[in-house]
């Protein structure tokens, strides 16, 4: 990005900073050709028209953006008028989503300012959580409404200038995160914002500027007044983009893990001879460089990882009591994701595939005759036993039964049939525990 005067008055609502298209490294040739199709009808039909948001600060960045948003001041049945292939979603916002196949371009009308006594039928505010907003307003009420300074930057199609109300260009060029206003008042207003601000503090490397971070240590308690289900994809976004370890060492930094995984922090907490965070750090990891490889990555994987410490600790509980193992893991995993739904929303076509991969951990001992055959036809095999690897890594599992799975699904089926006879492995041996010592060096804390 060029740098635009440096000694520039500090921005004042209403009295936005512009920078012409000389002075910005902005172009349309990396802009969506979908997006520009949406920005160039709006500006025909004489509405106003811009880019903004993540798409805008990626650019200016030298980023490659993940998608385009379009801000307008025409309605959003309006914008249904213009475009016939749009669909109008949301009723806490309502959005115009404009389809181009499977691309979609998010168009949102320019925000009011409205009222906070919470009496506008169109804009409703509950104990400082907005539960409703509808009310439009400027492009300037819009750009002051936003969260963070570096969204808040807009690209006009009608003469490709950039407009800067909240001084997001000086944020964008210090690497530093920004709210938009008081910051308590905008994290009760939606405190999903404070997982926002963790996402692009760890995607952007930027600093989190004082009075923006201070709250995430006071008001992670915020986060369950949010619908479960809007937490899933939050935390999606958060650990599926390619720095998960950071972001969960940033949210353990800022006590919001123990409010979306009480029962993991709780485990993780006591530090059990270091293999929880251990496990869970190198899972992490793990994700973040199939992330990096174009490899598949599912959420079952993700949430088998941050949830199996609590299932292991019930898991070991519950056999200690008696219990046999297959039907205590069983049981450990239903009793973890009661607990864990209402927190976190984990849809069954992925939670059903998580607890495959727990109840597979137990059958993974028995290799005796034909059970380490049937156990390779399963469809969860492959996660299983990865997700044996990864406890081996840990040392929280035997590595000698990785190791022993790793050479059998690529030994020959002679070899195989000796590697099933009854006596011809030495007994398992137990697992070794290391004496509990001070930090471990991967300590997420």
Same mark, same amino acid.
């Not at 137990?430 to 804390?445: L, Q, V």
């Given at each position: 990005?060029?740098d635009s005067d440096p000694h520039s !008055? &500090?921005?004042r609502?209403?009295?936005?900073?512009?920078v012409p298209?000389?002075e910005? *490294?902005i172009?349309?040739? *990396?802009?969506?050709?979908?997006a520009l199709?949406?920005?160039y009808?709006l500006?025909? #039909?004489?509405?106003q $028209?811009?880019?903004v948001?993540?798409?805008?600060r990626?650019?200016?960045l030298g980023h490659?953006?993940?998608?385009?948003?379009v $801000?307008t001041?025409?309605?959003?049945?309006?914008?249904? /008028?213009?475009f016939?292939n749009?669909r109008?979603i949301?009723?806490?916002f309502r959005?115009a989503?404009?389809h181009?196949g499977?691309?979609?371009i998010?168009v949102a =009308?320019?925000?009011?300012?409205?009222s906070?006594d919470? @009496?506008?039928a169109?804009?409703q505010?509950r104990?400082?959580?907005?539960?409703?907003d *509808?009310?439009y307003?400027s492009i300037?009420?819009? !750009?002051?409404?936003r969260?963070?300074?570096?969204n808040a930057?807009?690209?006009?199609?009608a003469?490709f200038?950039?407009?800067?109300?909240?001084?997001?260009i000086d944020d964008?060029?210090?690497g530093r995160?920004r709210?938009?206003g008081?910051p308590?008042?905008?994290y009760?207003?939606?405190p999903?914002?404070m997982?926002r601000a963790?996402r692009?503090?760890c995607?952007?490397?930027f600093?989190i500027?004082?009075a =923006?971070?201070r709250?995430l240590?006071?008001?992670?308690?915020l986060l369950?007044?949010?619908?479960?289900a809007?937490?899933?994809?939050e935390?999606?976004?958060?650990?599926?983009?390619g720095y998960?370890?950071?972001?969960?060492e940033k949210?353990?930094?800022y006590?919001?893990?123990?409010?979306?995984?009480?029962?993991?922090e709780a485990?993780?907490?006591r530090e059990?001879h270091?293999f929880?965070i251990t496990?869970?750090?190198?899972?992490?990891t *793990? =994700?973040d460089?199939?992330?990096? @490889?174009?490899k598949?990555i599912? &959420?079952a994987?993700?949430?088998a990882?941050?949830?199996?410490? &609590?299932?292991r600790?019930?898991?070991e #509980?519950?056999?200690a009591h008696?219990?046999a193992?297959?039907e $205590?893991i069983l049981l450990?995993?239903?009793e973890i994701c009661?607990d864990?739904q209402?927190?976190v929303?984990?849809p069954k076509?992925?939670?059903?595939?998580?607890r495959e991969?727990w109840?597979?951990q137990?059958?993974?001992?028995?290799?005796?005759g034909?059970?380490p055959?049937?156990?390779?036809?399963?469809?969860?095999f492959?996660?299983a036993?990865?997700?044996?690897?990864?406890?081996?890594e840990?040392?929280? $599992?035997?590595?000698?039964?990785?190791a022993?799975?790793?050479?059998? /699904?690529?030994a020959?089926s002679? #070899?195989?049939?000796?590697m099933?006879e009854?006596?011809a492995?030495?007994?398992r041996?137990?697992r070794r525990r290391?004496?509990?010592?001070g930090?471990?060096?991967e300590?997420?804390?």
């Amino acid at each position: 990005m060029q740098d635009s005067d440096p000694h520039s !008055a &500090p921005i004042r609502p209403g009295q936005p900073r512009v920078v012409p298209r000389p002075e910005h *490294n902005i172009s349309r040739a *990396n802009i969506s050709e979908q997006a520009l199709r949406v920005l160039y009808r709006l500006r025909q #039909e004489n509405f106003q $028209a811009h880019l903004v948001g993540g798409g805008v600060r990626d650019l200016l960045l030298g980023h490659e953006p993940k998608d385009f948003d379009v $801000a307008t001041d025409a309605t959003p049945e309006q914008v249904r /008028q213009v475009f016939r292939n749009c669909r109008l979603i949301g009723r806490r916002f309502r959005l115009a989503h404009v389809h181009f196949g499977r691309d979609i371009i998010e168009v949102a =009308t320019f925000r009011g300012s409205g009222s906070d006594d919470g @009496e506008d039928a169109d804009r409703q505010v509950r104990d400082g959580l907005i539960v409703r907003d *509808n009310i439009y307003g400027s492009i300037e009420e819009d !750009a002051l409404r936003r969260d963070f300074t570096i969204n808040a930057l807009y690209y006009d199609i009608a003469d490709f200038a950039l407009i800067d109300y909240a001084g997001g260009i000086d944020d964008l060029r210090a690497g530093r995160l920004r709210l938009i206003g008081d910051p308590v008042k905008r994290y009760r207003e939606d405190p999903v914002r404070m997982l926002r601000a963790v996402r692009f503090a760890c995607k952007l490397g930027f600093t989190i500027e004082p009075a =923006t971070e201070r709250p995430l240590f006071e008001l992670g308690h915020l986060l369950r007044d949010i619908p479960a289900a809007r937490l899933f994809d939050e935390l999606l976004k958060l650990f599926h983009s390619g720095y998960g370890l950071d972001v969960f060492e940033k949210l353990r930094h800022y006590g919001l893990f123990g409010h979306l995984f009480p029962a993991t922090e709780a485990c993780l907490a006591r530090e059990d001879h270091d293999f929880p965070i251990t496990f869970v750090s190198r899972g992490l990891t *793990n =994700t973040d460089k199939r992330l990096a @490889e174009d490899k598949p990555i599912t &959420p079952a994987f993700l949430y088998a990882i941050l949830l199996w410490e &609590p299932v292991r600790r019930r898991w070991e #509980e519950l056999v200690a009591h008696g219990m046999a193992s297959i039907e $205590a893991i069983l049981l450990a995993s239903s009793e973890i994701c009661v607990d864990q739904q209402p927190l976190v929303a984990i849809p069954k076509r992925f939670s059903l595939p998580m607890r495959e991969i727990w109840a597979l951990q137990p059958r993974l001992e028995q290799r005796d005759g034909k059970r380490p055959y049937r156990l390779m036809t399963h469809p969860r095999f492959r996660a299983a036993y990865d997700f044996l690897v990864l406890r081996a890594e840990a040392g929280e $599992a035997d590595p000698e039964l990785a190791a022993w799975w790793t050479r059998f /699904q690529d030994a020959s089926s002679q #070899e195989r049939a000796r590697m099933t006879e009854p006596g011809a492995r030495r007994k398992r041996r137990p697992r070794r525990r290391r004496k509990p010592s001070g930090s471990s060096g991967e300590s997420a804390g």
